[in-house]
């Protein structure tokens, strides 16, 4: 019986033009206030739901009532998005 042909795979390599663009941009480091903002932002998040809680929802703003919960969260989502662009 005869032997099918076996045929060589080509070897994927991106286009010139493309290519250093993307190696340049992933080689630029963080700027420093980029990690030390989110984890400032993660701290005021958790001390702002945690104070709530504690001062039996009277602290930090009454008058928001469930909104303080909002805020709280709302800072550590805000610390995600920062974390997102950290290299």
């Given at each position: 019986m005869p032997k099918s042909q076996v045929r060589k795979k080509?070897?994927?390599?991106?286009?010139?033009?493309?290519?250093?663009?993307a190696a340049a941009a992933s080689k630029k480091p963080s700027p420093m206030w980029l990690p030390i903002s989110a984890v400032a932002l993660i701290v005021i998040g958790i001390a702002w739901l945690v104070v709530?809680?504690?001062?039996?929802?009277?602290y930090?703003?009454?008058s928001l009532r469930y909104w303080n919960l909002a805020i709280g969260f709302g800072c550590?989502?805000?610390?995600?998005?920062?974390?997102?662009?950290w290299r």
């Amino acid at each position: 019986m005869p032997k099918s042909q076996v045929r060589k795979k080509k070897v994927y390599t991106p286009p010139t033009d493309i290519r250093p663009a993307a190696a340049a941009a992933s080689k630029k480091p963080s700027p420093m206030w980029l990690p030390i903002s989110a984890v400032a932002l993660i701290v005021i998040g958790i001390a702002w739901l945690v104070v709530y809680y504690l001062s039996s929802q009277q602290y930090p703003v009454e008058s928001l009532r469930y909104w303080n919960l909002a805020i709280g969260f709302g800072c550590m989502v805000a610390s995600l998005g920062i974390l997102s662009r950290w290299r």
